[in-house]
Structure formats: C-alpha cells, structure tokens
Nanobody, 119 residues
C-alpha cells in the first residue's frame, strides 16, 4: 500500500515562513505528479501547487511569488514565504497517477497538516 506522510505545519505570524514536507512510501515504480492542496475553514479544497516528474510546476494565483514547490523523486516540499492569514488551512499532499510495482495505478492523499497564520 502507498502512503503519504506530511509534516511541517504549525502556527506562524503573518509574514513568516514554513516548509511543508511529504514523503511517499510503498511499492512505488513512478509517480507522475505530486502536489499540495489546501482547505480553509468554510472553503472548498483548492489547488496550491503541483510538480511533475519532469519538474514542471503549476501554482495557484494566490500563492505565486510566495510559495515554491520542489520534488526529489517520491518526496515533495512546499516552501511558504510571506504567509498571510488567508493561507490558514489544512494542507494536503497528493500523489497523482502512482504506478506501483504490481502495475497498479492509483491516486493517494495524505491526511493533512494544519497551517495557522495568526498574530
């Protein structure tokens, strides 16, 4: 079974920084793309950033210039700078089109890590 483990969430003041980490484990052959999504209180889940196996990236307009996604094979990171209160949310790691060694194809989600931006 493939599993995603997230870490790095916490409480930070506006203007501060955090780095989120996500590690995928299991019988993985290849992951096409990995990314971060978030769900703020009272809001629907939204895309934050994605990165492909070829290092192509995509960012939500709300985080461009502030967040940076990076990847090391089955690990993905999200560097968050200049954080704003509206960034407060549960951040979820995602692994899209995971090809396992058993030739299974699946999408996997982490359980989420809470980021709170407040004075």
């Amino acid at each position: 079974q493939v599993q995603l483990v997230e870490s790095g969430g916490g409480l930070v003041q506006p203007g501060g920084s955090l780095r989120l980490s996500c590690v995928a484990s299991g019988s993985i052959f290849r992951i096409n793309a990995m990314g971060w999504y978030r769900q703020a209180p009272g809001k629907e889940r939204e895309l934050v950033a994605t990165i492909t196996s070829g290092a192509d990236t995509n960012y939500a307009d709300s985080v461009k210039g502030r967040f940076t996604i990076s990847r090391d094979n089955t690990k993905v990171y999200l560097q968050m700078n200049s954080l704003k209160p509206e960034d407060t949310a549960v951040y979820y790691c995602n692994a899209d089109r995971v090809a396992t060694l058993r030739r299974e194809y699946l999408e996997v989600w982490g359980q989420g890590t809470l980021v709170t931006v407040s004075s």
